[in-house]
């Protein structure tokens, strides 16, 4: 049967159209918003001036792919259809939270989160940063998980202390460094078997003295590892800080998944908004010595993988449960520093992806800072 198309399309059919979409947070349709600038049709091309708020990625995304879906399902005769989004933070809200002032010299800040304690958060974080220095990053870590500091250990220096240094006539803490990594933690100023018994209030400023009270120098990365659950200490850093983005651990299990799932839900708030660079699926497998070839999925096959698929945002990778990746924690020299061996490997590609997030952060959404990340070609090219 001939199938008979209409040989002009119409802007005004096509305007009309995208009324019956909106975009996610937003009451109205993407015509009443205002979000729809323009529409432009060029013989079988139609391009779109989009204008959207949210500066988080997958609102973008879900948006122009929402667009392109009506207009080729309902306009058969575009062949091409161009969206040029730009993204517009909004007017000043008295409800949202208030975000802090940048640390001179850093560049991204990194929120590393888990909705769940023990899916390997602060093991995740230590090998993302080994493998940041690794390509030439400068990186900093602060262990923002105030009552289960881990990165003293996982970096051998559990009996350093940040020493006072005097910068521009004030005194501030200068970090601990190991493997190149700039450290600083509660645990540096407790004792191994001392619990920190403390009110939100007083862990709040504790962190914040651990932020602007420190001489971090320059800084391309800085890595937030912050405590499981959606609390007062994670309130307390995004009030402080202008993050760069959030990367969320899980682990494959329905239980683990549920809580990263709000763990996502809490940066992608509207009182929030902090965009969500991916998710990294912890102990997704397990592989023996013996049987290489062979992998058996203790936890669930794919979780966390469905999981960044069913909420739009990008799916980072996943790390196999490696008895060397324990040991090493333990040790206190993080795997990712085990040269050609396969989790060095895993982390490679997992932290290229992380920077390839960032660098699409950074040019598509409002900045956070006033240097960025522009490319990345093997090592790293960072502007200023």
């Not at 391309?220 to 983005?245: A, E, N, V």
């Not at 992608?268 to 397990?286: H, K, Q, R, T, V």
């Not at 090493?328 to 390839?356: H, L, N, W």
């Not at 040019?363 to 790293?380: D, F, N, Y």
Request: charged share 20%; hydrophobic share 45%.
């Amino acid at each position: 049967m001939r199938s008979f198309l209409p040989m002009k399309l119409d802007r005004k059919e096509i305007l009309k159209a995208l009324e019956s979409i909106s975009i996610a947070g937003e009451g109205q349709n993407m015509v009443e918003s205002g979000a729809v600038q323009n529409v432009v049709v060029f013989g079988d091309e139609v391009v779109v001036d989009l204008v959207i708020h949210s500066p988080a990625m997958h609102t973008k995304k879900r948006a122009e792919e929402d667009i392109k879906k009506l207009i080729h399902e309902q306009f058969p005769a575009a062949t091409v259809v161009k969206i040029n989004t730009k993204v517009e933070a909004p007017a000043a809200n008295a409800s949202q939270a208030i975000k802090g002032k940048a640390i001179p010299g850093i560049s991204n800040i990194i929120a590393v989160a888990s909705g769940k304690g023990g899916v390997g958060k602060s093991t995740v974080t230590a090998n993302l940063a080994v493998s940041l220095a690794k390509m030439g990053f400068s990186v900093g870590i602060l262990d923002a998980d105030i009552y289960g500091p881990s990165m003293p250990i996982m970096f051998d220096v559990e009996n350093e202390k940040p020493i006072s240094v005097e910068v521009d006539g004030k005194s501030k803490m200068k970090p601990v460094e190991s493997y190149e990594i700039k450290l600083l933690s509660i645990g540096f100023f407790t004792a191994p078997s001392q619990a920190v018994i403390w009110r939100g209030p007083m862990a709040a400023k504790a962190l914040t003295q651990m932020i602007f009270d420190a001489d971090w120098g320059q800084l391309d990365f800085m890595l937030i590892d912050l405590p499981p659950g959606t609390g007062d200490i994670h309130l307390s850093i995004m009030q402080s800080l202008p993050i760069t983005g959030a990367v969320v651990v899980s682990t494959p299990q329905a239980v683990a998944l549920a809580d990263a799932r709000k763990g996502v839900s809490m940066f992608l708030s509207d009182s929030i908004n902090i965009p969500i660079l991916g998710i990294i699926e912890n102990m997704a497998y397990f592989t023996p010595e013996e049987l290489p070839n062979n992998k058996y999925y203790i936890f669930g096959k794919e979780g966390a993988q469905q999981l960044a698929e069913d909420l739009a945002v990008p799916f980072l990778g996943e790390v196999p449960l490696v008895q060397s990746v324990r040991e090493a924690g333990d040790y206190g020299r993080p795997a990712a520093m085990q040269e050609d061996s396969i989790i060095a490997k895993v982390f490679e590609s997992i932290t290229r992806k992380v920077v390839q997030e960032v660098v699409r952060r950074n040019e598509t959404l409002p900045p956070t800072e006033a240097i960025k990340i522009t490319t990345m070609a093997g090592c790293a090219a960072v502007k200023k």
